[in-house]
């Protein structure tokens, strides 16, 4: 599992993408921030929620909705955004500095 994996959680349908770097040890909690589909998330705010393809689907990576979550229920990569790895380290900042 690397930075910018969008992944399946185990137990439904709901996608996530990792924010955590690959740190080189096994953590019980991985930092990930929710994938939903644009259908399904009202108007977007800019530098925080990224837009991105998923098997065609337009979708957001909600940023502000960041989460740790149980690292064994993170599902096989089903997608890749580390091309936005940038875009996701400026929303973190954007988040903890506002700037």
Do not use: K
């Not at 993408?17 to 740190?23: A, F, N, S």
Request: aromatic share 6%.
């Amino acid at each position: 599992m690397s930075q910018g994996n969008i992944l399946r959680l185990r137990d439904g349908d709901e996608l996530v993408c990792r924010v955590q770097t690959d740190l080189g040890l096994e953590t019980p909690y991985t930092l990930c921030a929710p994938v939903v589909p644009h259908t399904a998330w009202g108007s977007p705010v800019p530098r925080l929620h990224i837009p991105i393809l998923v098997n065609e689907t337009p979708c957001y990576i909600l940023m502000s909705q960041m989460v740790a979550i149980p690292t064994a229920q993170l599902g096989a990569p089903v997608a890749d955004a580390s091309a936005w790895r940038d875009e996701m380290i400026a929303a973190v900042d954007l988040l903890v500095s506002g700037f």
